[in-house]
């Protein structure tokens, strides 16, 4: 199993949709959470940090659920720009390191 | 404010010859340091991580390896490429890494 999993897609929605993208984690012990957007041969940035109680920043929305050990992405309103690949990304202090899921690629269509 | 510098942003180099990627970081001291690589269409993979000078953590058995001669110094190397080394290489530092990292902007690595 992997570590941390997401659904490939793509998911091919028209602009001014409203699009969630789900992530899976199998250690429980893990104590950051994130969603990074990477461009088609960029580096990834930081989109969003994801605590506990869940958060907003403008139309993107991130939420935890440590019992089911599962992290969602819902994003509003969706934009041209919007289209990229998004990593779900887990840190627990024992490895010290970030892991990264494969990624979800969306794209946005006029 | 922190920056971080990779270089090159691209390399084709033949199997067998040597590489060396090198990273920076400017504006702290004593950042943790990264390298992953990413294949084409797959997720990160970590190769190593550094918490101080001369300290360099392996996660998978390859033939690369990593170096930290400098606090803010980061650098990939390898004697002799493989076909399969080709790929994305990202370098990335945080002061805590459960405060998420920042990538340098990578080098595309195409051996031939």
């Known amino acids: 199993r992997k570590e941390v999993e997401q659904d490939p897609g793509p998911f091919n929605v028209p602009e001014g949709a409203t699009v969630a993208f789900n992530c899976t984690y199998s250690?429980?012990?893990?104590?950051?959470f994130f969603w990074y957007r990477q461009d088609c041969r960029k580096e990834p940035k930081l989109l969003m940090s994801v605590y506990s109680s869940g958060n907003e920043d403008g139309r993107f929305t991130a939420q935890l659920n440590r019992a089911s050990q599962y992290i969602s992405l819902l994003i509003r309103d969706s934009k041209l720009s919007d289209s990229a690949t998004y990593l779900c990304?887990?840190?627990?202090?024992?490895?010290?390191?970030?892991?990264f899921g494969s990624g979800t690629r969306l794209q946005v269509q006029p | 404010s922190q920056t971080i510098h990779q270089w090159p942003a691209t390399l084709v180099q033949p199997v067998g010859s040597p590489l060396s990627l090198e990273c920076t970081v400017e504006?702290?001291?004593?950042?943790?340091l990264y390298w992953y690589r990413q294949a084409a269409g797959r997720g990160l993979q970590l190769l190593f991580y550094?918490?101080?000078?001369?300290?360099i953590s392996s996660e998978v058995p390859q033939n690369l390896s990593a170096s930290r001669p400098q606090d803010r110094q980061f650098i990939l190397s390898s004697k002799k490429l493989l076909l399969s080394d080709s790929g994305f290489y990202l370098c990335a530092w945080s002061m805590d890494h459960v405060l998420g990292y920042t990538f340098g902007s990578g080098t595309r690595l195409t051996v031939v």
């Open positions: 250690n429980s012990a893990s104590q950051s």
């Open positions: 990304v887990v840190g627990d202090t024992g490895r010290r390191a970030l892991t």
């Open positions: 504006g702290t001291s004593n950042p943790n």
């Open positions: 550094s918490v101080g000078i001369g300290q």
